[in-house]
């Protein structure tokens, strides 16, 4: 196998999640205290970039919930300033992510998560964790190629 091929598929590891910090807390200067957070979790960074989506690539990347009504809502708000994307692992990253975060609603989201932190509404959430070991994959690699991930 060539040597690009094969440190590629060495850094597949199940125990990775995907992640970005949305809008909200970018244009509100969280990003470094949330990214401080994250690797204070336990956390390593193996991808990051700082992206601006356009309208068709928030709505390509929210697909799944293109049925849903707030579908549009959705893309507006990702489309409209910058997004941290990022890669991250540790050993049960999804599970664990999704416990640093809190919940999705930040006025029910246990003190000290990042939402409870730094999210305005459950609109305006701060971060996105995905819910998956599958998705975090798909989420993943929809914005990071394998050369990018380390």
């Known amino acids: 196998m060539h040597p690009i091929l094969s440190k590629?598929?060495?850094?597949m590891a199940t125990n990775r999640t995907f992640t970005m910090i949305k809008p909200d807390a970018t244009g509100n200067g969280h990003i470094g205290s949330i990214l401080a957070d994250i690797i204070a979790g336990g956390f390593t960074i193996k991808?990051?970039?700082?992206?601006?989506?356009?309208a068709e690539t928030a709505g390509a990347f929210y697909a799944v919930h293109k049925e849903r009504p707030f579908y549009n809502d959705l893309v507006s708000f990702?489309?409209?300033g910058p997004i941290v994307a990022a890669i991250l692992e540790k050993d049960n990253a999804v599970a664990d992510f999704r416990t640093l975060i809190g919940a999705t609603n930040p006025a029910e989201a246990a003190e000290?998560?990042?939402?409870?932190?730094?999210?305005?509404?459950?609109?305006?959430?701060a971060v996105h964790g995905s819910d998956s070991d599958d998705n975090a994959a798909?989420?993943?690699?929809?914005?990071?190629s394998a050369l990018e991930v380390h």
């Open 138 to 144: 798909i989420e993943g690699s929809f914005f990071f």
């Open 78 to 80: 990702m489309s409209s």
């Open 8 to 11: 590629a598929k060495e850094n």
């Open 112 to 125: 000290g998560t990042i939402r409870a932190k730094y999210a305005k509404s459950i609109d305006a959430n």
């Open 47 to 54: 991808a990051m970039k700082y992206t601006h989506l356009t």
